[in-house]
C-alpha cells in the first residue's frame, strides 16, 4: 500500500440544502471529481511556491545536495532535450529534477451529509510507489542525513488565512463540479 495524507474540509453553509446535494449520486461524483482535481492543484501550486502546510517556507537544501541536483537537471536537460517532462515547467528547478513526484499526485474524495454540514474527506495519495516512497520522506520522516520535514501534502493548517482561501476554492469547485 501506498503513502497517503487525509484532509477534511466541512462546509456549513451548505446545510439548509443538503438533501438536495445528495439526490443523485452520478452528479455528487462530479463534484466530488471536481473537488478532488482542485485539491491537487491546490497543493501543486503552494509547493511550488515552496510553502508548506504550516505557512512557512521550506527550508533550504544543504550546499551540497543543492549542487547535486543543479548537476542532475543539466545532465538530464543535456540527455532528454530541453524539457525533462511536458508538466515539470510549472515547478521551479529547486524543485524538481524529473517532475515525477507531483505529476503523479493524485486525490479521491467523499462527500457525507452530517448536521454539521457538508464534510468532504479527501485522501491525497500517489499513483507511482517510488513517488510516494520519497513523498514520505519529504513529508513524515525527514529527508538527507539531516531529517528535514518539508511538508507539503495535505490542506493548510486549520485557522489559517490560506485555509480559509483553500477551502473557499473548494467549495467553488463542490458548486460548479
Known sequence: MGYEVQAQAIFRRLLPSIGLL???????????????KEAVNIVIERTAGGIDITGRQFAPYSGQYAKKKRDL????????????????????AWLRATGQMLSSLTADVT???????????????????????????HNETGAGKSRVRRQFLGLSRDGTARRRAEEERLYKA????
Open 111 to 137: 462527500a457525507d451529509a452530517t448536521v454539521r454540514g457538508l464534510t468532504l474527506n479527501i485522501k491525497f495519495r500517489f499513483a507511482s510507489a517510488e513517488s510516494a516512497r520519497i513523498a514520505s520522506y
Open 22 to 36: 445528495f439526490a443523485s449520486k452520478a452528479r455528487n461524483r462530479r463534484k466530488e471529481q471536481a473537488v478532488a
Open 174 to 177: 463542490w458548486k460548479n463540479g
Open 73 to 92: 537537471i543539466k545532465a538530464l536537460k543535456k540527455f532528454r532535450g530541453r524539457n525533462v517532462r511536458q508538466d515539470a515547467g510549472a515547478y521551479p
